[in-house]
T-cell receptor
Framework: AQTVTQSQPEMSVQEAETVTLSCTYD???????LFWYKQPPSRQMILVIR??????QNATENRFSVNFQKAAKSFSLKISDSQLGDAAMYFC????????????FGSGTRLLVRP | DTGVSQNPRHKITKRGQNVTFRCDPI?????LYWYRQTLGQGPEFLTY????????KSRLLSDRFSAERPKGSFSTLEIQRTEQGDSAMYLC?????????????FGEGSWLTVV
């Protein structure tokens, strides 16, 4: 069974600094996708970034980028120039490519941003 | 896109009562999902529709839970004879088949409190 692990329950970063959130996953599949979702206090799950497993190039979206290490099954999220609005729960998630209906989430990392 | 819409956003009900939540997916998204999230946890998959067909149900979905998606548009999730353990946020999400179809977009969720 596929699993997603986020080992950092909480992280803190100074505004304008850079922070990296960790995620590891376990799968025997070769075709899959990985995501980072942000959940602010309003509770809506917002897609931050997506990575296809077959792509070697790390995904980037403005201040957000990932470090995808397929062999190590690691998928970390780097947030550059942190802003107060980045404060939220961040969830790493996995989905198989051939049965793309079941997202498997990690337990989340709460990010605090200090002004 | 107007996004995934859910209502009601909050529901407080007495134990033993029935509740129903509605979800309107992003237009032209043929896939619709229900997830459940309790405090401090990542969302857990409940069920999945492709068009009007319910193709997968989690073991979390007891016989008190029923979901429908008539005509492949909006969906309803009904919980009968609610129990305190049903208190959670119920998230609806949608996606489309084809390119980018593995990306799932979430609504704002419906909070259920059973007293």
């Amino acid at each position: 069974a596929q699993t997603v692990t986020q080992s950092q329950p909480e992280m803190s970063v100074q505004e304008a600094e850079t922070v990296t959130l960790s995620c590891t996953y376990d799968t025997s599949e070769s075709d899959y996708y990985l995501f980072w979702y942000k959940q602010p206090p309003s509770r809506q799950m917002i897609l931050v970034i997506r990575q296809e497993a077959y792509k070697q190039q790390n995904a980037t979206e403005n201040r957000f980028s990932v470090n995808f290490q397929k062999a190590a099954k690691s998928f970390s999220l780097k947030i550059s120039d942190s802003q107060l609005g980045d404060a939220a729960m961040y969830f790493c998630a996995y989905i198989r490519g051939d049965s793309s209906y079941k997202l498997i989430f990690g337990s989340g990392t709460r990010l605090l941003v200090r002004p | 896109d107007t996004g995934v819409s859910q209502n009601p956003r909050h529901k407080i009900t007495k134990r033993g009562q029935n509740v129903t939540f509605r979800c309107d997916p992003i237009s032209e998204h043929n896939r619709l999902y229900w997830y459940r999230q309790t405090l401090g946890q990542g969302p857990e998959f409940l069920t999945y529709f492709q068009n009007e067909a319910q193709l997968e149900k989690s073991r979390l979905l007891s016989d008190r839970f029923s979901a429908e998606r008539p005509k492949g548009s909006f969906s309803t999730l009904e919980i009968q004879r609610t129990e305190q353990g049903d208190s959670a946020m119920y998230l609806c999400a949608s996606s489309r088949t084809g390119q980018g179809g593995n990306t799932i977009y979430f609504g704002e969720g419906s909070w259920l409190t059973v007293v």
